[in-house]
């Protein structure tokens, strides 16, 4: 089976700082990965996704890291903004599997 | 629709009691899953149907739980019996298909058994 785990389930940073989340993963063969971010009182909403044959990839404001060897995946947010305060949720899909399983989440909370 | 809608978006019954849960997913979307998330925890995967079809139910805790989808598109989950373990937030999400594209989520039913 799979199991996403988070290293920190609260992460308190100042504005305009760089924050890090991490993730780790259980199965070898999962192939694709999503990070997620959940507002309160709303559904988690996609922010970026990276395939296993990469160990990169970058969007606006956001990095996303892939080490297969350990099995670890990040989620960089450069200059961080008080709207970025939410929970922020790994997902990984599995080969052969059709659904995402997700970790535990990890709050990140932004201080002015 | 543009979004995924679920109603309602809180319900409050007593134990013992069933209750429905409904989901509209975005359109066209044929994949759809149901999870769910206690108070503070990660998302737990309940069920997901690709068309009508659930090829994967392995999630519903017990038999008090059940789901359907009709038309390719509106979703029903059910619980029976409710239990106070029950109370929870229960996201539904939609995607073009199952497998490896992203969910797209709605706002979630809350529901509180007393």
């Known amino acids: 089976g799979e199991s996403v785990g988070l290293h920190l389930p609260t992460l308190s940073v100042q504005e305009g700082d760089n924050s890090i989340i991490n993730c780790a993963y259980s199965?070898?063969?999962?192939?694709?990965f999503i990070w997620y971010k959940q507002e309160s009182g709303k559904g988690p909403q996609f922010i970026i996704d990276?395939?296993?044959?990469?160990d990169k990839r970058q969007g606006q404001r956001v990095t996303v890291l892939l080490n297969k060897t350990v099995k670890h995946l990040s989620l960089q947010i450069a200059a961080t903004q008080p709207g970025d305060s939410a929970v922020y949720f790994c997902?990984?899909?599995?080969?052969?599997?059709?659904?995402?399983?997700f970790g535990a989440g990890t709050r990140l909370a932004v201080h002015p | 629709g543009a979004g995924v809608s679920q109603s309602p978006s809180n319900k409050v019954t007593e134990k013992g009691k069933d209750v429905e849960l409904r989901c509209d997913p975005i359109?066209?979307?044929?994949?759809l899953y149901w999870y769910r998330q206690s108070l503070g925890q990660g998302l737990e995967f309940l069920i997901y149907?690709?068309?009508?079809?659930?090829?994967?139910k392995s999630g519903l805790p017990s038999d008090r739980f059940s789901a359907e989808r009709t038309g390719g598109s509106v979703s029903t989950l059910t619980i029976q019996r409710t239990q106070q373990e029950d109370s929870a937030v229960y996201l539904c999400?939609?995607?073009?298909?199952?497998?490896?594209?992203?969910?797209?989520f709605g706002a979630g039913s809350r529901l509180t058994v007393l």
């Open positions: 999400a939609s995607s073009l298909r199952a497998g490896a594209n992203v969910l797209t």
């Open positions: 997902a990984v899909l599995s080969g052969g599997y059709n659904k995402l399983i």
């Open positions: 359109s066209g979307h044929t994949a």
């Open positions: 990276i395939r296993s044959n990469m």
């Open positions: 149907f690709q068309g009508n079809s659930a090829p994967d």
């Open positions: 199965n070898s063969a999962s192939d694709y």
